[in-house]
């Protein structure tokens, strides 16, 4: 009897104040316990990818692009990347957003984010909501987050959303059903 291995997933992230950290732990958490071989890893210090067969990509956005650290790795690495399955996230306000115009606003994706996903073509983009604290934002930042139907500031994740997008992942891989729920978030 043959038994097939288990899939091996890297999830790098790129992070300037750890919500989307948090965010890769939880995915790459629940995969290991689901049956993958999963490894999470700053993408900075991202792993040599022969031998996986899956890559995760979060980064938080600034100024409505990824952090530079993973447009560099990208574009240093998109040959590796065209051969393995390539999963993207980004984490930053506009899924957060509310009203007509804000929902509107949180669905669009910034030009140079599609241009990276125009050159990777992953198997799926997700754009999660990250948190936002009011000190330090500017006023102007401040009145156009309101502006565009920001309502609050704070923790703004939806876990729910993420859980939803990993078990997309999941069963791409063909991993099992968890059989309870087995890993925590913050
Ligand atoms: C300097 C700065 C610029 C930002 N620019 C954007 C932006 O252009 N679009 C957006 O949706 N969020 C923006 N944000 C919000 C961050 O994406 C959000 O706080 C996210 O949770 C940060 O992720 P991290 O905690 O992993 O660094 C910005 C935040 C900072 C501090």
Redesign the pocket.
């Known amino acids: 009897m043959t038994t097939t291995p288990a899939p091996r997933v890297a999830v790098l992230f790129a992070?300037?104040?750890?919500?989307?950290?948090d965010i890769a732990e939880y995915i790459c958490n629940e995969l290991a316990a689901r049956g993958a071989r999963a490894e999470l890893h700053d993408i900075e210090h991202a792993p040599d990818l022969t031998g996986f067969d899956t890559v995760v990509i979060g980064s938080?956005?600034?100024?409505?692009d990824l952090l530079p650290q993973a447009s560099a790795y990208i574009r240093a690495n998109l040959p590796a990347l065209g051969g393995i399955d390539v999963w993207l996230f980004t984490?930053?306000?506009?899924p957060a957003l509310r009203g007509p115009v804000g929902r509107w606003a949180g669905r669009q994706i910034p030009r140079k984010i599609g241009a990276v996903i125009g050159a990777l073509d992953p198997r799926d983009y997700a754009a999660f909501a990250?948190?936002?604290e009011r000190e330090g934002v500017s006023w102007r930042a401040r009145t156009m987050f309101r502006l565009l139907g920001g309502t609050r500031y704070g923790d703004l994740r939806d876990w729910q959303a993420v859980r939803q997008w990993t078990n997309r992942i999941a069963h791409a891989l063909e991993l099992p059903h968890a059989q309870a729920i087995t890993t925590d978030h913050p």
């Open positions: 992070t300037a104040q750890g919500s989307t950290r938080a956005i600034h100024e409505m984490v930053g306000l506009g990250g948190k936002y």
